[in-house]
């Protein structure tokens, strides 16, 4: 996720350094996004600390791509912790940095308006436990042997980047030929792989190959599918059983303009109020992300004419950045959810539910925590809590929210922590949380796994009993 924020970065950290060991010792990390940070404290004046930072470090933790020395305040001692504001943050972010005595180790946490991430940083001489190595290297049962070759003779140094290693820009290195081509053999399973080529830090599409998706960041990943594509995704070959998909238009009066995708399965009459879904789309995405990456309208109409589940709309609305808080939050709550019997949808708590991914599967539980009597179920898949619920949510709020299914993928660099420390909270609530982890990533290739077992689930659970 971090991948796409330009720091622009000053940097502070701890003042009054209680444990003199924290000070001038090297501290390092890797954000969810995979990207390498270190930084180093020493002692100032009036209180304050200096910091020496590396960003964006090699895989030897090595060399950075910049460097630096920043001032930053104390904000307490006990533990110790610091509050800066990052100057030239195009977001207006801010950094804090917290001393963790449990466990000896760093929490950095970076926050703007737009967005949220943090990373726990350790001892750079204590003994950190490398990555394994990725599975897609190593052949399995199932899986294919696919070469992936990169012409650039100029280049240094290129990378395979893509669903089949979480978009991890560095831990698949290609092999440069005498001719001038990278190449490089992975073991996929069947379906559809999304990737790109990362060459001297440069993310770019395949130009090789034709088959392309909008990257929802202003360019393309490129696509591979191995074996028969998943029939549960193919739209049905009799129109009269595919669902309608209709962009409607409202006014708010806080964002102005604001437009919402609304799918209704094939044959329910327009006078049935349905039970519905208000579908929560991953950072910087849109409302089209459901459709154009999950196809899941085309699922929900296999799954519904194959008698699976019973019919459910879907609500798909635009969250930009903002995790579904401020002004998103309350469009959707005050202006949206009441117009729900215009668009023949029940007006009925009952039978409403949230569904999210990533960016949305932190805004399912927000929306779950905040307004508890508005919502049945949700479900998450690879929710990003990583900047705070556990400062945010108490245990008697979480106790009073609907239902809510959590998934998250074992290879997943970006929700995997946080999921495993919300899980930790909710147990610590009383609850026993309804979370399944599998293997997969922070990709569609996993939540197309995922979807035809949830939606049947989440359809049964806001459908009225007859």
Known sequence: MLRYLCLGLLLGSLAVAANPEITHTRWQGRWGDGLRDALRLSPGENGQMQVHYWRKLNAQWQQPELQFD???????????SLFWTIEGDPDGGSMALTYQPEDDSMRLTYQSPNQQGSVTLTRADAEVAQPPAEPCLT????????????????????????????????????????????????????????????????????????????????????LIQLGEPDANYLPRSNPAQRGRLQEVSLESSELGPRQVLIYRPAGVTASTPLPWALALHGYGMDRHQWVDDGQLPALLDNLIAEGKMPPMALVMVDGGKSF?????????????????????????????????????????????????????????????????PQEQWTAAGLQ?????????GQQDHTSLTSNQQLEQQLRQAGLTPAIQYAEGGHTWHYWQSILPELMPELARAITPRT
């Open 70 to 80: 920043a001032i930053a305040q104390v904000r307490q001692t006990e533990p110790l």
């Open 139 to 222: 052949p399995r049962p199932g899986t294919q042997a696919v070469t992936f070759v990169w012409h650039a003779p100029q280049a240094q140094a290129v990378y395979l980047a893509g669903e089949m290693n979480d978009w991890q820009a560095d831990s698949l290195p290609m092999t440069r030929q005498a001719d001038g081509d990278w190449r490089l053999t992975v073991h996929l399973g069947p379906g559809r792989w999304a990737y790109k080529l990362v060459q001297d830090g440069r993310w770019l599409t395949d130009a090789a190959n034709p088959q392309r998706q909008a990257d929802g960041q202003g360019g393309y990943n490129s």
């Open 324 to 388: 579904y808080q401020g002004p998103i939050e309350r469009f959707l709550i005050r202006e949206l959810l009441p117009q729900a019997p215009r668009w023949g949808l029940s007006e009925q708590p009952a039978q409403r539910a949230l569904l999210g991914v990533s960016m949305g599967g932190y805004g399912v539980v927000h929306l779950a925590y905040q307004y508890p009597q508005l919502f049945a179920a949700g479900a998450a898949l690879s929710g990003y809590f990583a900047y705070g």
């Open 400 to 408: 009073a929210m609907p239902p809510v299914r959590l998934y998250c």
